[in-house]
């Protein structure tokens, strides 16, 4: 009786001639709604636990990734020299735009500890400290170490 309904239901998609109706009837299919399924493991048993399989899946990542070794490859040249960027407007107006244009209000904290509700409510009051932050380090040519780093943190 379910295999009837189940059939009735595929032909109705089908019939109904509408491709995004059938993708999603397809993803609905496909998908996993418990999360990551079980793994199997080297031994050839089953992890299901989740913090099993979260520790499993990590020492996976980190086999197969290498270990930055500080050393940066080598990038050619794509403009000639005569090519430079002449200014950058920091207006506090474009710094305005672009903290207005922040989307998502949450509470959760960026690597600095702030979280984007804290920014778009502070928004005018940071303006200025922003200005002077963005021309000082534009105007110096190098971008602070610290801004190239991130904070990689499993989530189990």
Not at 24 to 47: A, E, Q, T, Y
Not at 51 to 67: G, M, P, Q, R
Not at 82 to 111: E, H, M, W, Y
């Amino acid at each position: 009786m379910l295999f009837d309904y189940e059939k009735q239901k595929e032909f109705e998609v089908i019939n109904r001639n509408n491709l995004g109706g059938f993708y999603r009837f397809l993803n609905n299919k496909l998908s996993c709604k418990s999360g990551v399924g079980p793994l199997r493991i080297h031994s050839g048993s089953l992890v299901t636990e989740d913090i099993t399989k979260a520790e499993v899946l990590n020492d996976y990542f980190c086999s197969v990734f290498t270990k930055d070794d500080g050393v940066l490859p080598i990038f050619p040249k794509r403009v000639t020299n005569d090519v430079s960027i002449g200014t950058i407007d920091f207006s506090p107006q474009a710094v305005l735009k672009a903290l207005k244009s922040i989307k998502r209000v949450s509470n959760a904290c960026d690597p600095d500890g702030y979280t984007t509700n804290a920014v778009k409510k502070l928004m005018y009051s940071l303006v200025s400290p922003l200005c002077v932050l963005f021309k000082f380090v534009f105007s110096y040519g190098k971008i602070p170490a610290a801004w190239k780093t991130a904070n990689v943190i499993p989530i189990f």
